[in-house]
């Protein structure tokens, strides 16, 4: 019943830039955290970023000054505004969301950075 989709991966060229959106379904209480995740091939997963139902906001290294996360409580949906994109962005971007104790993942959309 609860689903998290994930939409707006594509091809971009290096130095451009992609919204990727997240809403949930099925879910009745506010959504604590707010995250993105991306995997590239024969590597780990690793954190994008995330944020609270309150604003605060945290993300990976490799994408501080580039990607910024925002949400609307509301519509229990959350977004990933990526610029400057690169290469090496280039991976499966998943959203999850945390529910007090419970965590939810969407399918992940597939990013790709190139020429």
């Known amino acids: 019943q609860v689903q998290l989709v994930e939409s707006g991966g594509g091809l971009v060229q290096p130095g451009g830039s992609l919204r990727l959106s997240c809403a949930a379904s099925?879910?009745?209480?506010?959504?604590?955290?707010m995250g993105w995740f991306r995997q590239a091939p024969g590597k780990q997963r690793e954190l994008v970023a995330r944020i609270t139902s309150g604003g605060a906001t945290a993300y990976g290294d490799s994408v501080k000054g580039r990607f910024t996360i925002s949400r609307d409580n509301a519509k229990k949906t959350w977004y990933l505004q990526m610029n400057s994109l690169r290469p090496e962005d280039t991976a499966v971007y998943y959203c999850n969301g945390v529910v007090f104790a419970d965590t939810y993942w969407g399918r992940g959309t597939q990013v790709t950075v190139s020429s």
């Open positions: 099925g879910i009745i209480f506010s959504i604590n955290v």
